[in-house]
């Protein structure tokens, strides 16, 4: 039987605190995910320490996942089953739909996968949406552990003096390829992989928790004492400390862990991890983390943004959640087949909500869910603008950060090129833009089905400004020198392109134009200029080359954060809208905005490089004021992006141009 150790107990608690702070109050503790790190390094080192102890021979799997199952699914199984219960009554079909796929997915120990793939990954805004999403840690957790046990059993019949250094190999692979984004920027480039849920990603995690075993244990107190002071501090720094880039430090969280499992015990801050209230909280941190989660989403559908009491309250509740759980879960340790009973109703209960759209297709909530909800887009799939492609696939760089917009389910989507309109007919427009262009791509759509046209959607960032660009902290969104002159080079070699929409929220990008191609820095003073000129550029060699430029005029722009979310809320909950005048724009306030933009592309439209269409006199015709919510109609996403029926409302006022440029006018004989 395993000798209890109470500093273990004791690391949990400070990763588990970190963990439920970053959550619930992200601008407190920005890093504070890094507790899952701390995590990961506790498992490793309890799993090696089991391992050691028996010899391949001496291994059962079926014992192994007996107690790993009954360790882990019991209290997930409650989690799950209880919270989906309770969003049957309160989330609407979107939310719903997703809490099911996640929660059906974690069950099978597979939702980092699913999150990986179908969702915008850890750090995409609509992860506060989903009650399980912090489950990918358990799936991966499950996964490590049938392959630590796995490879264990390889191990043992290979040479014993090459058993190390595989085991090194190994996790410095695993290192390199978690920070593989940094190992990039180190030989000059620029790619940007997330590996947040990727299982290959921690193994090295777990695997440092075995260097425990090989830290030196002859040395003298006062540097125990001082090695743990500083790897406390460390993690805490670290932590709490706002990064933009955080790069290695996470090499930093895991080699300060493996201080404290090793040197703790003995050490000036053991009374600390061993007092009473950080041995309870290190006692249901699974639980703890099981639970504070779904609270605080839940907590946010209901009331919005937590205030500092609120905040508090969420806690607690999580607390008491997590106290509850493991009294009567987590401690009992139910048997296996009433743990696998329990796994598949909640199996089956998720698959029923997922596969019906969250169970409620005739509902009132379904209404409001098609108005935001964006739809898949139809990938091009005619020959004559695809043969060019290979010649363009610098376009193709990652682009998770902005397909939150188009692609609910599908953020990983290669497509470069989406049909617009009537699939029976030749494209003879082209739409590009930055995420502006891509929530426009419904409105679009309906529009030229409307008009019996046909164009094509290009499915990358595509800012305007030849000779000039600005510089995006995501690489997918920075469309450098390359990207904009392979545009340029395409368009030359499809003559039946014949216009080129483009949208951007460009009273914004007005003063971000900062880098010349060659790199050198723009002066602030002469940012809008080189903006004007940039633009000028790029609209001069399109219509040199035989194409029409069209500029779409900025979207409205109101204050809320999420005005989807709250006019949903309020709607579905039946209460009222919290600060209503943050759901509305005025024309006055629009115009003030765009004064400069205007002024600019109406120069370049004099000059005949562009057409600009604006139809802010419609979208503002109702006594000089848009709101987000309009004739029982959603027409906001967030702040600045239009929901679907907000690009259908837009674009139902660019019909007329649409039709004047590209449906030939019928004269009589």
Request: charged content about 15%.
């Amino acid at each position: 039987m395993k000798e209890y150790q109470p500093h273990l107990t004791g690391i949990r608690a400070l990763a588990i605190l970190l963990v439920v702070i970053y959550h619930v109050c992200e601008p407190i503790c920005p890093r504070g995910y890094y507790g899952v790190s701390i995590f990961f390094v506790l498992s490793g080192y309890l799993l090696i320490s089991g391992l050691l102890r028996l010899e391949p021979t001496q291994l059962s799997f079926k014992e192994f996942t007996r107690k790993k199952v009954l360790r882990i699914y019991p209290s997930l199984v409650t989690l799950i089953l209880s919270v989906l219960v309770l969003c049957v009554f309160l989330f609407p079909p979107h939310m719903l739909t997703r809490a099911a796929d996640t929660g059906l997915t974690s069950l099978l120990a597979v939702s980092n996968i699913y999150l990986d793939e179908c969702t915008g990954g850890y750090f995409a805004t609509n992860v506060a949406e989903n009650p399980f999403v912090h489950t990918w840690f358990l799936s991966i957790t499950i996964q490590l552990y049938i392959i630590f046990f796995t490879g264990w059993i390889i191990l043992g019949y290979t040479p014993e003096k090459y058993r190390i250094g595989i085991l090194v190999v190994i996790g410095a692979a695993s290192m390199i390829w978690a920070h593989q984004n940094e190992v990039c920027k180190i030989f000059g480039k620029t790619d940007s992989i997330t590996t947040y849920y990727w299982t290959t990603a921690r193994i090295w995690e777990m695997l440092a928790g075995g260097l425990v075993f090989l830290t030196p244990a002859k040395i003298s107190q006062r540097w125990k004492h001082i090695l743990t002071i500083l790897a406390l501090a460390a993690i805490i720094v670290l932590s709490f400390r706002p990064s933009p880039n955080p790069g290695f430090a996470d090499v930093a969280i895991v080699a300060a862990t493996i201080v404290l499992i090793a040197y703790t015990p003995t050490s000036c801050i053991r009374q600390f991890f061993e007092n009473k209230a950080v041995q309870w909280l290190g006692k249901i941190s699974f639980s703890l983390y099981l639970w504070h989660w779904p609270v605080f989403v839940i907590w946010c559908w209901l009331s919005g943004t937590p205030t500092a009491c609120e905040t508090g309250l969420i806690i607690l509740t999580g607390l008491i959640l997590a106290a509850v759980t493991y009294h009567l879960v987590e401690r009992p340790r139910f048997s296996i087949l009433f743990t696998g009973i329990a796994w598949g109703v909640t199996g089956i209960l998720a698959g029923i909500l997922a596969a019906t759209r969250g169970g409620m297709k005739n509902s009132a909530f379904l209404s409001y869910y098609e108005q935001v909800e964006y739809p898949s887009a139809r990938a091009y799939t005619g020959n004559s603008l695809r043969k060019d492609l290979p010649a363009f696939t610098a376009l193709s760089n990652r682009l998770d950060s902005h397909d939150r917009y188009l692609f609910h389910y599908t953020s990983k989507n290669k497509e470069l090129l989406f049909q617009i309109g009537e699939d029976s007919k030749e494209p003879t427009f082209l739409l590009i833009g930055d995420s502006h262009a891509q929530v426009l791509y419904p409105g679009f759509d309906t529009v030229a089905k409307g008009c019996q046209i046909a164009g094509v959607y290009l499915h990358t960032y595509i800012l305007p400004f030849y000779g000039a660009r600005i510089p995006m902290d995501d690489p997918s969104m920075d469309c450098t020198r390359e990207r904009l002159e392979n545009l340029l080079k395409w368009l030359s070699l499809h003559p039946e392109i014949t216009h080129v929409y483009v949208a951007n929220i460009w009273w914004g990008r007005l003063p971000q134009v900062s880098r010349e191609w060659s790199g050198k820095k723009v002066p602030r003073e002469q940012r809008e200029d080189r903006f004007a000129s940039s633009l000028h550029d790029f609209c001069k060699i399109c219509t040199e080359m035989g194409k029409k430029v069209v500029l779409l005029a900025d979207a409205p722009y109101i204050q809320a954060a999420s005005p989807m979310k709250d006019i949903m809320r309020s709607k579905i909950l039946n209460k009222s809208l919290t600060q209503p005048d943050d759901h509305t724009d005025t024309h006055q306030a629009w115009l003030q905005r765009n004064e400069k933009v205007n002024a600019v592309i109406k120069q370049i439209e004099t000059a005949g490089y562009c057409t600009v269409i604006d139809a802010s006199n419609d979208l503002y015709a109702n006594n000089g004021i848009f709101s987000a919510f309009h004739n029982n109609e959603i027409l906001m996403r967030d702040k600045d992006h239009l929901s679907v029926k907000g690009a259908q409302h837009f674009m139902k006022y660019h019909e007329a141009s649409l039709r004047c440029f590209h449906v030939p006018s019928r004269t009589s004989p």
